[in-house]
Nanobody, 124 residues
Framework: QVPLVESGGGLVQAGGSLRLSCAASGRTFRGYAVAWFRQAPGKERELVAVINWSGDNIILTDSVKGRFTISTDNAKTTVYLQMNSLRPEDTAVYYC?????????????????WGQGTQVTVSS
């Protein structure tokens, strides 16, 4: 089991920044890929970013390139999603997910472990 705990969501004005954190409670992420997904009301859950456990393979969805970055701490206990230049269309519940494989990184079904989600709201 990989218990995931997200934090850092909130309300921010357009153009602002937030940093989300995903902690592997009681363990590390060693050997796991960790992803951030988001789901807006009435829309499918979509991949935002994913990082493999060594940190040398990162995928960002096109709509966030140049604005968001994903990173991990040296101890591999926390994965961060730094979100800059936020837009109203970034409003969603953001979920952290983890799995040992990255066979289909864009698919939610690739990931066995999920956090509870954190709300991000960007006002215009």
């Amino acid at each position: 089991q990989v218990p995931l705990v997200e934090s850092g969501g909130g309300l921010v004005q357009a153009g602002g920044s937030l940093r989300l954190s995903c902690a592997a409670s009681g363990r590390t992420f060693r050997g796991y890929a960790v992803a951030w997904f988001r789901q807006a009301p009435g829309k499918e859950r979509e991949l935002v970013a994913v990082i493999n456990w060594s940190g040398d393979n990162i995928i960002l969805t096109d709509s966030v390139k140049g604005r968001f970055t994903i990173s991990t701490d040296n101890a591999k206990t926390t994965v961060y999603l730094q979100m800059n230049s936020l837009r109203p269309e970034d409003t969603a519940v953001y979920y952290c997910a983890a799995d040992r494989t990255l066979a289909t990184p864009h698919s939610r079904w690739n990931y066995d472990y999920w956090g509870q989600g954190t709300q991000v709201t960007v006002s215009s």
